[in-house]
Antibody
Framework: EVQLVESGGGLVQPGGSLKLSCATSGLTFSGSAIHWVRQASAKGLEWIGRIRSKGNNYATAYAASLKGRFTISRDDSKNTAYLQMNSLKNEDTAVYYC????????????WGQGTTVTVSS | SYELTQPPSVSVSPGQTASITCSGDKLGDKFVCWYQQKPGQSPVLVIYEDSKRPSGIPERFAGSNSANTATLTISGTQPLDEADYHCQAWDSSTAIFGGGTKLTVL
């Protein structure tokens, strides 16, 4: 069974930084692209960005509105992806999910349970 | 930037057919996915590539996409189908989500 588990969420002050982790199991992590998506309370889903596999040069892409503050990385030896968030703002308060494109399904077919980030003074 | 527009809410009676739309410029030229999300849960993929169902998704879920509108259709809607539904498409390697539609079954 493919599983994605986020961690690292919490309370952070405006202007602060936080690094989220996405630990995976049951998939060939090294060959997988990992995406991050967030959802503010009672709002829709917002795509943050993705990182591709080594075979695709670990290429990253980000939502234009977040580029420059958020960075996605991965450690294939740990089957884990990361989301580094800097210069956090109140509006970054949300549940953060990691997810992946399916191997036989062209969609985001497995999602983690999410981790909550609260930006507040 | 590319945008997808969904109605905020749709209501349907049990056993009837629910239709949820997702609009965007030339959306028919892109593949659309649909995700179901129940309160306090993570999204679940119910349709990909406009009309394909992942394993385990009931046949009552169907999708279509043409011109500027994609549609998720739920036939014989059941109370357990009450949820938020999000459409998603790709635009230049960027995933775009619609604002989500709350489906109420009453």
């Amino acid at each position: 069974e493919v599983q994605l588990v986020e961690s690292g969420g919490g309370l952070v002050q405006p202007g602060g930084s936080l690094k989220l982790s996405c630990a995976t199991s049951g998939l060939t992590f090294s060959g997988s692209a990992i995406h991050w998506v967030r959802q503010a309370s009672a709002k829709g889903l917002e795509w943050i960005g993705r990182i591709r596999s080594k075979g695709n040069n670990y290429a990253t892409a980000y939502a234009a509105s977040l580029k420059g503050r958020f960075t996605i990385s991965r450690d294939d030896s740990k089957n884990t992806a990361y989301l580094q968030m800097n210069s956090l703002k109140n509006e970054d308060t949300a549940v953060y999910y990691c997810t992946r494109i399916g191997t036989t399904v062209n969609g985001l077919d497995v999602w983690g349970q999410g981790t909550t980030v609260t930006v507040s003074s | 930037s590319y945008e997808l527009t969904q109605p905020p809410s749709v209501s349907v009676s049990p056993g009837q057919t629910a239709s949820i739309t997702c609009s965007g410029d030339k959306l028919g030229d892109k593949f659309v996915c649909w995700y179901q999300q129940k309160p306090g849960q993570s999204p679940v993929l119910v349709i990909y590539e406009d009309s394909k169902r992942p394993s385990g998704i009931p046949e009552r879920f169907a999708g279509s996409n043409s011109a500027n509108t994609a549609t998720l259709t739920i036939s014989g809607t059941q109370p357990l189908d009450e949820a938020d539904y999000h459409c998603q498409a790709w635009d230049s390697s960027t995933a775009i989500f619609g604002g989500g539609t709350k489906l109420t079954v009453l």
